[in-house]
């Protein structure tokens, strides 16, 4: 099953670095499907952040370049980048952090993974009194319950249980 592959980009004011991080991101996604791009959002930047993507562009025809005419932030860029791609699995770079290959490669991977999982059939629920649940359990769970609400303050109902109350839950859980 070979998805294709859309890593959104939102950048800021990123001249300095944006080169030399989208080079590494287009030595690592050939190694996770043949079919990717990378969509560069440039968010207002104020220097030469915009020349720099077109350069890119031209360069290589899986980047592509949306800007923002002024600077709306982070989740706004993620949304025009979104809207522009056009994979099936959309992963967001976050470009103010460098470029590890191992995270998007395991990322890759886990969705790999995920996507050919068979769906577990939907288990039927019981028609017997219970639910299924084991009676033991299911009285337990309610004396527990009534030593919860004899433990109440009567002067205030809004009150936490008195301390009793935790040494409860643990012989609950330890199923004593």
Known sequence: MDKSLSLIMPVHNAQQWLA???????DV???MTDRFEVVIIDDGSTDHTEEAAQELSCRFPQVKLHRHPRCTGIAAAVDTGSRHAEGDVVLIHDARKPVVESDLL??????QENAVRP????PQVPTKPG???DQDLLER???WGSDVK?????HSPDRMPRPNF???VSNFALGE
């Open 106 to 111: 395991g990322m890759w991977q886990m969705h």
């Open 150 to 154: 004899k433990e109440r303050p009567t």
């Open 20 to 26: 030399r991080d989208v080079e590494r991101l287009l």
């Open 29 to 31: 996604l050939p190694e």
């Open 131 to 133: 639910l299924g649940l």
């Open 166 to 168: 935790l040494r409860k």
């Open 119 to 122: 769906i577990a059939p939907t």
């Open 141 to 143: 769970l309610m004396q």
